[in-house]
């Protein structure tokens, strides 16, 4: 399995921005591990004419069910593909909570990512009160069972658990609290998928240079998906050589 260091810049970057991948690039050029950035939809066309074939993938933020359509402002998963996308994030908890985005929904745009051969990372994640209220495991086994769809595989998909309270935060869960979850979520997906489960599970809320080799060495964590820190080349690179290192 190779391990996977995921960026999403969210609402952030542009054009005249683009130098961050090149100091990204420059400063892993024989990563062992998938470099992936998720950059707003604007960019990931020039970001892949930029990155000319180089080993970082480009991904879209999320995806719409349908193939085509009238979905003003949506964007197909087919139509990331033409733009040069190899990745779609879907189901992040900002996506969830700004556009009420079900487990459901979620699960039809993992599935339209993996028509449109796109591999889906598939977010999900507790928020503070579920975690305090001890519901953790419970709300991360029913958003896997409900936005994973049953097409899912090794190949066309990865899962990213980000507890809602940690993104952005500077607040990470514990050791223990990671590997919990880490566990719940292997063990739930050998239950459905069998042979089929060995996809990556990532971790994502406020992964820095500085903490990337603890959460790295966690059992079952395959990589992270890194907000605020993936924004400067210098520093994801630092949270790559971390993973390689693990
Ligand atoms: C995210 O939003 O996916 C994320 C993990 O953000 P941050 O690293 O900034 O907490």
């Known amino acids: 399995m190779r391990k996977l ?30 470099i992936l950035i ?18 970082i993938a480009v991904g879209g933020q999320d995806c719409h069910a349908a193939g085509a359509g009238a979905h003003t402002g949506d964007i197909a998963a087919e139509q990331l593909r033409d733009a ?25 745009k993992a599935a339209a990512a993996h028509r449109a051969g796109l591999c889906s990372i598939v977010c999900v994640g507790e928020t503070e009160a579920q975690r305090d209220a001890g519901e953790t495991l419970d709300v991360i086994a029913r958003q896997l069972a409900g936005s994973v769809p049953d097409c ?5 998909t990865v899962i990213a658990y980000e507890p809602v309270w940690a993104i952005g935060t500077g607040r990470t869960p514990s050791d223990n609290q990671i590997a919990e979850v880490h566990a719940a979520m292997r063990a739930a997906l050998v239950a459905r998928f069998g042979d089929g489960a060995g996809m990556r599970l990532l ?30 080349g210098a520093d994801f690179a630092q949270i790559v050589a971390a993973l390689d290192a693990a």
């Open 152 to 156: 899912a595989t090794a190949d066309n």
């Open 5 to 34: 260091a995921a960026g999403n810049w969210k609402m952030n970057g542009s054009l005249a921005g683009l130098g961050e991948l090149d100091a990204l690039a420059a400063a892993c050029p024989d990563a062992a591990c998938e």
């Open 38 to 55: 998720c950059p707003p939809a604007t960019l990931i066309h020039p970001m892949v004419a930029r990155i000319k074939g180089g080993g």
């Open 84 to 108: 040069g996308a190899t990745h779609v994030i879907v189901g992040h908890s900002e996506r969830r909570a700004d556009h009420a985005e079900t487990d459901t929904a979620i699960a039809a």
């Open 203 to 232: 971790y994502g809320g406020s992964v820095k240079p500085s903490n990337a080799a603890t959460i790295f060495a966690l059992p079952d964590v395959d990589g992270a998906l890194v907000g605020g820190a993936s924004l400067k």
